[in-house]
């Protein structure tokens, strides 16, 4: 069964970078869609960016530019580098995956790691 393990989350001051890790276990990582969810304190869980199996990225409008998401098959590894980061940002950040095509709703996605803390401090 495929399995999904964030890492990288940590404490960073507004304007610095982190860069959060996805690392999967089980086959056919290539044929998933993945992608990567917030969710704040007291407030529903967000999209923020997602990736096709062809490499093909999307973003919600509110990390545009300043969030990059990218992944590397061989290492079955999914990436979301964060730069210019706002309190705003301040969430807990999920990786999740879907067979083969990408979305933009949580509901979408099947397979979900276990979470990784990002605070952004002002």
């Known amino acids: 069964q495929v399995q999904l393990v964030e890492s990288g989350g940590g404490l960073v001051q507004a304007g610095g970078s982190l860069r959060l890790s996805c690392a999967a276990s089980?086959?056919?990582?290539?044929?998933?869609?993945m992608g990567w969810f917030r969710q704040a304190p007291a407030k529903e869980r967000e999209f923020v960016a997602a990736i096709s199996w062809s490499g093909a990225t999307y973003y919600a409008d509110s990390v545009k530019g300043r969030l990059t998401i990218s992944r590397d098959n061989a290492k079955n590894t999914v990436y979301l580098q964060m730069n210019s980061l706002k309190p705003e940002d301040t969430a807990v950040y999920y990786c999740?995956?879907?067979?083969?095509?990408?979305?933009?709703?949580?509901?979408?996605?099947?397979?979900w790691g276990q979470g990784t803390q990002v605070t952004v401090s002002s």
């Open positions: 089980g086959r056919s990582f290539s044929s998933y869609a």
């Open positions: 999740a995956g879907r067979y083969r095509f990408l979305g933009r709703n949580a509901y979408e996605y099947n397979y």
